[in-house]
C-alpha cells in the first residue's frame, strides 16, 4: 500500500492514476468498438463490392470470348467447309476470312478444328497442324467432344513465357455428331494487367479458380495451375467451391490473420478469390489510435494540472492552519491568519474562522488570567503588608508586657 507523507502528494497521485485508468479504459473500449465496426463493413460490404468489381471486368471479357466463339462455330460458311471435308476452295475462302475478322485488340488468335480431317486452321489461313489421338497435346479436343459440353474455358499457362493464354472452345454442330471446335484465343496481358492492378491491400491475394479449385490466373504467378487447397484448409476450400459467393472471416493464412472472399464469375463456372490480411484490411486505424494516444496524452497533462491546482487549494490552506495550530500549542498567539483563508466559503473557510475565533478566546482567557493573577499579586502583598504590621504590634506588645512583668 502507499504511503504519502502529505495530502497534496496523495490527492495527485490517487486522482492522476484515477485519469489514467479512466483514458485507458476509454481508448481501448473506443479502439475495439471501431475495429469491430470497421471490420463489419469491411467483410459485409467493402469485400464483397471488391471481388464483385474484380470479376466483373474478367466476366465482361470472358462472355464477350464465348459470343465472339460461339458466332464463329455456328458460322455457316466454315459448318459446311467442314461438312464437306473442306473439299470446295470458296468455302474455304470464307471460312478463312471469317477466322481473319476476328483478329484485332482483343483476340491474338481465332481457331477451327475439323474433327473429320483433323486440322487445325487458324487466321492466316493456314492449318498449323494435324491433330490425333495418339498425341497427348491434342487429347482437350477429344475430351472436350466427349463430355458433351457445348462450351469450355481452357487456361494454358506457359512457364517460359511466364503468360497465361486463355482459349474458347465451342463445339461445332450437334452434341451427338459435331464437326469439330472453334473459338477464339484470348490476349493474356489484358486480363493479366487487369487482374494485377487490383489489389485492396498491399499483399491481398486474387485468383481466378475453375470448379475443381484449380488457380488460372493469380498475382503470383508460381501459385499458377496449383490448387486452392495447397494454400487453404479443406473446410475453407470446401466452402469456397461449394458456394456462388461469401466472405469467410478471420482465417489463418501463412500464419497471420486473413479474410477471405469469393464470388462466382457470371455464368463461366469459374470463380474470384480475394485474401486479404486483416491488418491491412483494418489499417485505418491506425491513424486514428494514434491520434487517441496524442490526445489522451494531451487530456492527461491537462487533467494533471488541475488536480495539481486542486489539491494545492485544499492542502495548501490545511498546511498553513496546521502551522497555526502548531503556534498555538507552544502559546503563540501573535500568529495571523491569513485574509485568503477567512474570507473562502467552503469548509476550509469556516475551518480558518474557528482556529480565528479560537484565537480571540483563547486570547480572552489568558487576558482574564492575567487579571487574575494581578489582583491575586495585590492581594498577596497586602496581606504581607497587614502580616509585618500585625508582627509588628506583637512586637510592641511583648515589650510592654515584658516592661510590665519588670515592673
Known amino acids: 500500500m502507499l504511503k504519502f ?22 481508448g481501448t473500449t473506443n479502439y475495439i468498438s471501431v475495429r469491430r465496426a470497421l471490420l463489419k463493413d469491411i467483410r459485409q460490404k467493402q469485400l464483397p463490392s471488391f471481388v464483385e468489381a474484380s470479376q466483373s471486368t474478367l466476366q465482361s471479357i470472358l462472355e464477350r470470348a464465348i459470343e465472339t466463339s460461339y458466332q464463329l462455330a455456328n458460322d455457316p460458311a466454315i459448318n459446311q467447309w467442314f461438312a464437306s471435308g473442306e473439299e470446295s476452295s470458296a468455302l474455304k475462302q470464307l471460312a478463312t476470312q471469317r477466322l481473319d475478322q476476328l483478329i484485332g485488340d482483343e483476340y491474338f488468335n481465332s481457331f477451327a478444328i475439323n474433327i473429320k480431317t483433323g486440322h487445325h486452321w487458324t487466321n492466316g489461313g493456314k492449318s498449323i497442324n494435324t491433330i490425333s489421338t495418339k498425341n497427348a497435346s491434342d487429347q482437350w479436343f477429344y475430351n472436350h467432344l466427349k463430355s458433351n459440353s457445348t462450351f ?51 499483399n491481398s491475394l486474387l485468383w481466378l479458380i475453375d470448379g475443381n479449385g484449380k488457380i488460372l490466373l493469380s498475382q503470383d504467378t508460381a501459385q499458377i495451375n496449383k490448387n486452392i487447397s495447397e494454400f487453404l484448409t479443406d473446410t475453407q476450400t470446401s466452402t469456397i467451391l461449394g458456394n456462388d459467393n461469401g466472405v469467410i472471416e478471420n482465417q489463418d493464412y501463412k500464419g497471420s490473420k486473413f479474410e477471405v472472399a469469393y464470388t462466382n464469375v457470371g455464368q463461366t463456372g469459374y470463380s474470384m478469390v480475394v485474401i486479404a490480411p486483416t491488418g491491412e484490411l483494418v489499417a485505418l486505424l491506425t491513424p486514428i489510435r494514434n491520434n487517441t494516444f496524442i490526445f489522451s496524452i494531451i487530456f492527461l497533462i491537462i487533467t494533471l494540472l488541475i488536480v495539481q491546482k486542486l489539491s494545492s487549494s485544499i492542502a495548501n490552506p490545511l498546511t498553513d492552519l496546521t502551522k497555526v495550530a502548531l503556534g498555538f500549542s507552544k502559546g503563540d498567539l501573535s500568529i495571523d491568519i491569513k485574509d485568503d483563508l477567512t474570507h473562502r466559503s467552503d469548509e476550509i473557510g469556516r475551518l480558518a474562522d474557528a482556529f480565528n475565533t479560537m484565537k480571540n478566546q483563547i486570547i480572552g482567557v489568558v487576558s ?40
Do not use: C, H
Open 5 to 26: 507523507n502529505n495530502l497534496k502528494s496523495r490527492l495527485t497521485t490517487i486522482l492522476g492514476l484515477l485519469v489514467i485508468l479512466i483514458i485507458i479504459l476509454i
Open 152 to 202: 469450355a474455358l481452357n487456361f494454358d499457362y506457359d512457364v517460359n513465357l511466364r503468360q497465361t493464354f486463355l482459349f474458347v472452345n465451342i463445339t461445332m454442330g450437334k452434341k451427338d455428331n459435331p464437326l469439330g471446335i472453334a473459338g477464339v484465343g484470348l490476349k493474356p496481358d489484358k486480363m493479366v494487367e487487369e487482374l494485377t492492378k487490383k489489389k485492396i491491400t498491399k
Open 368 to 407: 482574564k488570567v492575567k487579571t487574575s493573577a494581578e489582583l491575586i499579586s495585590n492581594g498577596s502583598t497586602e496581606l504581607n503588608k497587614s502580616a509585618l504590621s500585625l508582627s509588628e504590634s506583637a512586637m510592641e506588645q511583648a515589650s510592654s508586657t515584658e516592661g510590665v512583668s519588670a515592673s
